[in-house]
């Protein structure tokens, strides 16, 4: 079945993946079918020399559904 | 005139230029103008030992009407 | 806060700067939120043995807003 | 489930999807629970000035059986 | 000392650390002698909109034996 | 023996493989000893929404002769 | 502002998210204004057949003050 | 139609845009059917703690005419 | 002559090159016997749907003096 | 004929091509019919603040006998 | 000045410096102003078991003469 | 322990490991614990139409000072 990818980026203040799910949870609030993901960059925010939040970029596809 | 790029991933049971036009295919149902495509990855699936699809990955990109 | 990234294609006939300006004016026409971008790729035409326009492939990233 | 990928290059008079397709065939010779493939490089061989021969680099990745 | 290497996939439901640490632990049941390993790809799966599970492929060196 | 790499790009009307073999046959018009190439790159055309050609950017390696 | 980057390795025994933040305190120690980082490498030392270290090589930018 | 490639760098003393231009000038004194190039390296020269040139390597391709 | 190469981001309202010019003046206040530099990242900031800066990361390389 | 590949890292007290060529020696204990190889990754280690061993990590390709 | 750049394949038995060497030697045969050169990929032939040659292909940069 | 990573090019008549090995010997002069360098680039200066010097541009990565 066809699929299609969007790039998504995800914050968390805790580590990378929960910043990938993050990414995944935005995603789900309007696309559909959502099947896997795959990390395209890993950084993160410093403030007053400290991380203050990390970013996932995932590219995240997804099956499109029949008819579309 | 500008162009925008969307990532499609196109599947075949016969190999890699048809899935990538059924890619085009795919993205045809919903974008106008559609002009041109690079392969970003070619994949496959295995089933009992033997290539059951070929799956294509390309970015495709179309024309941006004008007033869009 | 989370982002998604666009990638298009902005064409100029003086320049990379200007190509990628107008890939950033294409992509506010229908996004809001716009934040930042990164250069893919640069290109250009040649047209009668001379450059005839400047291409900048640009990945834009833009802020989701609250609920989308 | 855990897995592991190996690289096989397959040849073909055909094409290169054929010579994906035998790349899978020789690792099905030794190895069990093939799942899918990654094309990593397409070449091909030229004698006498015409193509004699397209070869397909593929990582096959298969999954590891229990107790493995 | 002479290394060789070897590409695996580990999972996990709760991060890309886990996940590389469960590729680690496959290894070892067949391979002695690991010295350290390179993240090569993180992934995910999507069930139900949601994250599912991590998969970390990583490349793992090893140290050859004398003799061998 | 010293060797020469020329890029080339070949089009087909039926898939990539036929692009790669007419890249080929135009290399092989001015350039002797040709021995192997590998895809530097895989695109296609659309027109009317449908791929109108396949491309295939080689790198294509001959045997410099001697003297040369 | 300009900025300026300095690649550090960090390393944890728990995970990759706290490999990157060591390095960011480590950066701490000798630079100012530290602004963000983006993950370069991310490895693991393997001892006695388990993970015994995390690492993450990460590129962190910084602000140079005025005058510098 | 056939296509080949071939890598200039241009140079000039007010930009990147400029620069490319140049190796498309240059390009022009030899190869007929130019008919679009990509960045493939941007760089400069430092004299006296100032950028004296600016330097685009492209990659500039032509089409290959009949009988060639 | 022996040579070391740092990474500055430049900065810039105006274009690209621009922002790499004002990335060597950083370098040459802090660095002595800059030679050339290469772009490693091109990028810019969006402020009210507009590009509001340039930047330009660029890795510069400079001499080593004797006896350091 | 399908081939595979495997990676092996060579040291040597001496080069990068010694390194390479121990590399293809260990190979050589236990794999049959090598081919070629191709340069993955070159390294050094450094103790005493004197490089003390070269690495080459090299991907050496084999041939697959009949029936296997 | 403006520079054209060809890639040659240089070959060896005794290691990659001397494979590149060689590769220059082989250009310089055919081209003036050579320039300086970028190492491509190294690989190596193996007969026997052994590495029979070394192959290092190498970008060749070279000025253009005035009204070339 | 944490490490830090800087970009050193060393020069060599004679080969690649010997102008890395220069840079690691340039590289010692100001920094202290150096551990191991990955070569990131191999360049080569032709000077009448011989190559002249042999340069490497290596990663060496060395070991931070307790409180540094």
């Known amino acids: 079945m066809a699929q299609k990818a969007t790039d998504v980026v995800g914050v968390s203040k805790t580590g990378f993946a929960k910043a990938a799910e993050n990414a995944v949870v935005t995603a789900a609030k309007t696309v559909r079918n ?3 993901f795959r990390v395209v960059e890993l950084e993160g925010q410093v403030t007053d020399q400290k991380v203050s ?14 008819g579309a």
């Open 34 to 36: 959502l099947r896997w």
């Open 53 to 66: 939040e990390y970013r996932a970029t995932v590219r995240i596809y997804f099956d499109l559904e029949e």
